[in-house]
Every structure is written in C-alpha cells, then in structure tokens.
Nanobody, 115 residues
C-alpha cells in the first residue's frame, strides 16, 4: 500500500523560509514532483526531480526554491526561501512509480505567507 506523508508547512512572514518533506513508502520511487494550489485557483506544478537528480522549476520559484531527494529513504524535500504572499497555498507531493506513473499524491500541507 502506497503511503505519502507530508510535513513542514506553516505560517511565515514574507522573506522567510520553510522546508517541506514528503516521505514515501510502499512504492518503488521514480521521479518526484511538488504541486501547489492557491485558494480559488487550479493546482499548479512547482518542481520536479528525476531519479537521476535532474531538477526543473516553474519560473515563478526559480532561484528561491530547491527540490532535493533522499532516495535511500524515498523522501523528497522542497526548500523554500524568500517566500512571497503569492506562494501561499496547499502544497502536494506527487510521486511516480518505477514505470513513470504519477499516481500517488500526498495529503497536502498548508503554506501561508503573510505580507
């Protein structure tokens, strides 16, 4: 049974930092992604890290966010620096299995950035 457990969200002032974690179990992990969903908006892709360590980011977070992984523990992280109010939302991890199917989602963790 696949289980993804997210942690690390919270309330922070603009300019602050947070680190999100997502620990996977019951799955042979491939690539890992982070998404976010702001109130009243569609879910938005934020970042991806492949099993080989290649990363990619949405333009709005480049230079501020860093995705990383600990494949030994099947955990993906999102280090978020210089946070802005527009980064507010629920953040979700999304994990691919060994066949590249992104079927597994975390429960979401709330990030709120105050101005």
């Amino acid at each position: 049974q696949v289980q993804l457990v997210e942690s690390g969200g919270g309330l922070v002032q603009a300019g602050g930092s947070l680190r999100l974690s997502c620990a996977a179990s019951g799955i042979t992990v491939g690539a890992m992604r982070w998404f976010r969903q702001a109130p009243g908006k569609q879910r938005e892709w934020v970042a991806t890290i492949t099993s080989g360590g290649l990363t990619n980011y949405v333009d709005s977070v480049k230079g501020r966010f860093t995705i990383s992984s600990d494949n030994g523990n099947y955990t993906v992280y999102l280090q978020m620096n210089s946070l802005k109010p527009e980064d507010t939302g629920v953040y979700y991890c999304n994990i691919a299995d060994a066949y590249g199917r992104f079927n597994s989602w975390g429960q979401g963790t709330q990030v709120t950035v105050s101005s």
